[in-house]
């Protein structure tokens, strides 16, 4: 089908992309269902010839396919290896009366995560006008998150008087493995926390495959030196995967993997330029992404994907569903709501698409939306969000409908 260019001379014609496999479409909640609309109207279908196979993951649809759906999209994703992912609400219990839900449905990130078995890997969207706090960064760093064990499945105990701590481990065969822990002369406290090799083994190659793919180094960091079994085999398994099957192909890429202590990790990277993949243990990761990421602007402007170890990929926007704008939107008020991340999750997925469908033309696309909505917003068109802290002077802020119809008028340009 020809079509003819909107904004152009007359005279330029295109013709629309053809995908040759469908993305998985997760839909999703609220104002960012409202983006996700817009998104495909204004800046998808009137360039490809958009294939997915639709999954409503809305909270509607969920309670009424009893989650199924959830559980489906996340099936179809290993099918086809790659899927794209609105903002999902997860239920708590105001929700249940606001959407009369038959139960309290677990969070879609974790039932999907929990099939795929992956790594979410963050990476904030730098653009020009928006500074990170930190100077030198120039580059964007990818926090990728363990998101098993440690002390999110521990177990705890309020030591109520003198006594004698032990840590026990109990064989299938019945042999007993026993350390004291501490023996108590007063009250205090107990934690027991675990990982398994499989796990961490499949942490480790998901970092490296996506260090390969974005051609980046790989930073890792425990505390080995304090921690000589627990800590030291995260590093053990790192280095031994990185040696048996990732070593020639990272030299091969010109790219490196970096092990440290923690401590040391946290000293570079405030010294670092960026442009580094950095990887940490469940608890490390889930207080340095906070700091990484509100370090380099907003949540508004950070993409996630999820990548499962035998490398299928689910792109998604950071940020929640937006409530308190979609509020607004139904009280029929003017938005400003960022639709960047998402936009964003859309090019990602659109790219890796086209990588492994060999569709260059696709992954020109992702290139080129991602660069007109980078250039909308250096030219100082932008949402409420990025208006208020942005360098740049003079800057137009849009509602965000026409946030959107502008990253459109810029790639018409491009
Ligand atoms: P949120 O949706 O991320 O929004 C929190 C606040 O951050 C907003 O009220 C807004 O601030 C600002 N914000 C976030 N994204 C923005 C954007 N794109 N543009 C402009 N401002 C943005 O978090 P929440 O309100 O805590 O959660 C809402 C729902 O999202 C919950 O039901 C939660 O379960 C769900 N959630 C889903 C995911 C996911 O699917 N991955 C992740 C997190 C949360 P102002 O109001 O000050 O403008
Ligand atoms: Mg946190």
Request: with cysteine.
């Amino acid at each position: 089908m020809r079509r003819r260019l909107r904004g152009g001379k007359g005279e330029k014609y295109m013709d629309k992309i053809k995908m040759t496999t469908p993305l998985v479409e997760m839909d999703g909640d609220e104002m960012t269902r409202i983006l996700w609309k817009m998104i495909k109207e204004e800046l998808l279908t009137p360039y490809i010839d958009l294939k997915t196979e639709y999954y409503d993951l809305g909270l509607k649809h969920r309670n009424e396919t009893d989650d199924q759906v959830t559980e489906d999209s996340a099936k179809a994703t290993k099918k086809y290896g790659v899927a794209v992912k609105c903002a999902t609400i997860t239920p708590n219990a105001a929700r249940m009366t606001e959407y009369n839900l038959k139960e309290m449905w677990k969070s879609p990130n974790g039932t999907i995560r929990a099939i795929l078995d992956g790594t979410v890997f963050r990476t904030p969207i730098v653009v020009k006008g928006i500074e990170p706090c930190v100077k030198n960064w120039e580059k964007p760093i990818t926090l990728a998150r363990h998101a098993y064990g440690d002390v999110y499945k521990n177990t705890e105990i309020k030591v109520p008087c003198a006594g004698k701590a032990e840590l026990v481990f109990t064989a299938k065969d019945g042999t007993q493995t026993r350390e004291t822990i501490h023996e108590f002369s007063g009250p205090g406290i107990l934690q027991g926390i675990h990982n398994t090799d499989k796990s961490v083994s499949s942490f480790a190659k998901s970092c490296f495959n996506y260090a390969l793919d974005t051609r980046q180094d790989l930073w890792f960091a425990t505390k080995d030196t304090i921690s000589k079994k627990y800590d030291h085999t995260f590093k053990d398994i790192f280095q031994e995967i990185y040696d048996e099957e990732y070593k020639d192909k990272f030299e091969a890429a010109g790219i490196e993997y970096f092990y440290t202590l923690i401590d040391d990790a946290v000293a570079r990277v405030m010294k670092a330029r960026g442009g580094f993949i950095w990887a940490c243990k469940n608890y490390d990761g889930d207080v340095m992404s906070d700091m990484v990421s509100s370090a380099f602007g907003s949540l508004a402007m950070m993409t996630s994907v999820l990548v499962s170890p035998d490398g299928v990929y689910e792109y998604e926007a950071a940020h929640g569903t937006v409530q308190r704008h979609y509020y607004k939107h139904l009280k029929g008020e003017e938005t400003s709501t960022n639709s960047v991340a998402t936009i964003f999750a859309w090019t990602g997925a659109l790219r890796k698409r086209g990588e492994l469908d060999g569709s260059k033309e696709l992954m020109a696309f992702a290139d080129k939306l991602e660069k007109a909505t980078l250039q909308t917003i250096e030219e100082g068109k932008m949402t409420k969000d990025l208006a208020l802290i942005t360098s740049l002077e003079d800057v137009t802020v849009l509602n965000s409908e026409n946030f959107i119809r502008e990253i459109r008028n810029t790639f018409e340009t491009l």
